[in-house]
């Protein structure tokens, strides 16, 4: 008895005082974020970790609730949540992490290589509903609108860089997670839809676009017209992360040379030192 009383006391001190990070946010920016914490976690082995990619706002409301450590976004703060940060007295301090460019996808059997923003936007907005008015070429075949929903940071990019401000077709299938994107695109021959670079395979054909690839030198001389930078965001209303804390460390090791290089691995652009 005395035993089973010792262990479960050394279970419960270990349980207490275990160090905790919590992650939410871009759907972009996970795959990166699961990188660092695998790497992360050698440094810090009892490290617990809850990570989340349910996109930009998600991580960004987390924050204001003071349910997250971190916000990955693959946006900027939108001028509401920059409202309410003055509003509320908060204070947010962005991290520049990461480039990325939003590739356009289509199914590899389709016969199209390029396309042009104001195809784009007509595709998106219901202007143009088939691939034969894209190209007289292709197929009379309706074309299957892919999009992510609203709470992603990606949605915000493609939304003010295509559209414009203008509203998608109703008609368009949102969806909340870019891996299902690729999915449906690589298995539908008249689907089309837009991914961050990172999350590309060779399941789906990459266009181009004005006839810009999305490469990493196109991206980073601002030849490619659909591209963004990737933050993160802590609360600092009560100062900067602490030197030695959990959340400093972390962001020191995404700012390394190794983090950096994780950005790279994980298909994204380095914002520092490659």
Same mark, same amino acid.
Do not use: C
């Given at each position: 008895?005395?035993?089973?009383?010792?262990?479960?006391?050394?279970?419960?001190?270990?349980?207490?005082?275990?160090?905790?990070?919590?992650?939410?946010?871009?759907?972009?920016?996970?795959?990166?974020?699961?990188?660092?914490?695998?790497?992360?976690?050698?440094?810090?082995?009892?490290?617990?970790?809850?990570?989340?990619?349910?996109?930009?706002?998600?991580?960004?409301?987390?924050?204001?609730?003071?349910?997250?450590?971190?916000?990955?976004?693959?946006?900027?703060?939108?001028?509401?949540?920059?409202?309410?940060?003055?509003?509320?007295?908060?204070?947010?301090?962005?991290?520049?992490?990461?480039?990325?460019?939003?590739?356009?996808?289509?199914?590899?059997?389709?016969?199209?290589?390029?396309?042009?923003?104001?195809?784009?936007?007509?595709?998106? @907005?219901?202007?143009?509903? /088939?691939?034969?008015?894209? $190209?007289?070429? =292709?197929?009379?075949? &309706?074309?299957?609108? *892919?999009? +992510?929903? @609203?709470?992603?940071?990606? /949605?915000?990019?493609?939304? $003010?860089?295509? =559209?414009?401000?203008? &509203?998608?077709?109703? *008609?368009? +299938?949102?969806?909340?997670?870019?891996?299902?994107?690729?999915?449906?695109?690589?298995?539908?021959?008249?689907?089309?839809?837009?991914?961050?670079?990172?999350?590309?395979?060779?399941?789906?054909?990459?266009?181009?676009?004005?006839?810009?690839?999305?490469?990493?030198?196109?991206?980073?001389?601002?030849?490619?017209?659909?591209?963004?930078?990737?933050?993160?965001?802590?609360?600092?209303?009560?100062?900067?992360?602490?030197?030695?804390?959990?959340?400093?460390?972390?962001?020191?090791?995404?700012?390394?040379?190794?983090?950096?290089?994780?950005?790279?691995?994980?298909?994204?652009?380095?914002?520092?030192?490659?």
């Amino acid at each position: 008895m005395k035993r089973f009383v010792v262990l479960l006391l050394s279970l419960v001190s270990v349980f207490l005082v275990a160090e905790t990070l919590v992650i939410k946010g871009s759907n972009t920016v996970f795959p990166i974020a699961q990188l660092w914490i695998e790497e992360f976690k050698k440094l810090h082995p009892d490290l617990q970790v809850t990570l989340e990619g349910a996109g930009s706002s998600t991580g960004i409301a987390a924050l204001f609730n003071g349910t997250t450590d971190i916000a990955n976004s693959s946006r900027w703060l939108k001028p509401s949540e920059i409202e309410r940060m003055n509003k509320e007295g908060k204070y947010f301090i962005p991290f520049l992490i990461a480039f990325d460019g939003i590739a356009i996808i289509v199914n590899k059997d389709l016969g199209i290589d390029d396309i042009s923003i104001e195809t784009l936007k007509k595709i998106y @907005t219901g202007e143009i509903q /088939y691939w034969s008015q894209v $190209n007289p070429n =292709l197929p009379k075949q &309706r074309i299957v609108v *892919y999009s +992510r929903n @609203t709470a992603s940071g990606t /949605y915000e990019t493609f939304e $003010n860089k295509v =559209l414009g401000g203008a &509203r998608m077709a109703p *008609y368009v +299938r949102m969806v909340e997670s870019t891996q299902l994107e690729i999915e449906s695109v690589s298995k539908n021959p008249y689907a089309i839809a837009y991914v961050g670079v990172g999350y590309v395979t060779d399941d789906v054909k990459v266009l181009k676009v004005n006839g810009i690839y999305p490469t990493k030198e196109n991206i980073l001389k601002g030849k490619y017209p659909i591209a963004r930078p990737l933050f993160m965001f802590v609360d600092a209303t009560n100062g900067f992360p602490e030197m030695g804390s959990l959340v400093f460390e972390y962001i020191m090791f995404a700012f390394s040379k190794k983090g950096q290089e994780l950005v790279e691995k994980a298909g994204y652009i380095a914002a520092y030192g490659q």
